[in-house]
């Protein structure tokens, strides 16, 4: 049974970092692609980050281009989010997903498997 569990969120002010973990188990993710996705109060799902395989290449949305970065330890099947330069919009629910193989990394709906989401709020 696949399990990704998010912690690390939290209040914090602009400006500031902030680093979101994702715990996943139940499988063996190296060539999962293992994706951030952000649900803002009234807004859609929006993919910030995805790695689409261990190693591979990371892509960003603009909204966070240059601000996080996605990585991974696969000896402690963990996924990162490092956050920086936070603004208030980034106030979100950050949620971790994977999903195997290639396809719409940017399309919320094609991950397969989701967590259950960490609170992050920028305060300005």
């Known amino acids: 049974q696949v399990q990704l569990v998010e912690s690390g969120g939290g209040l914090v002010q602009a400006g500031g970092s902030l680093r979101l973990s994702c715990a996943a188990s139940?499988?063996?993710?190296?060539?999962?692609?293992m994706a951030w996705i952000r649900q803002a109060p009234g807004k859609e799902r929006e993919v910030v980050a995805v790695e689409i395989w261990s190693g591979g290449t990371t892509y960003y949305s603009d909204s966070v281009k240059e601000r996080f970065t996605i990585s991974r330890d696969d000896a402690k099947n963990m996924v990162y989010l490092h956050m920086s330069s936070l603004k208030p919009e980034d106030t979100a629910v950050y949620y971790c997903?994977?999903?195997?193989?290639?396809?719409?990394?940017?399309?919320?709906?094609?991950?397969?498997?989701w967590g259950q989401g960490t609170q992050v709020t920028v305060s300005s």
């Open positions: 139940g499988r063996t993710f190296t060539t999962y692609a």
């Open positions: 997903a994977a999903k195997r193989g290639s396809g719409s990394y940017f399309a919320p709906s094609w991950y397969d498997f």
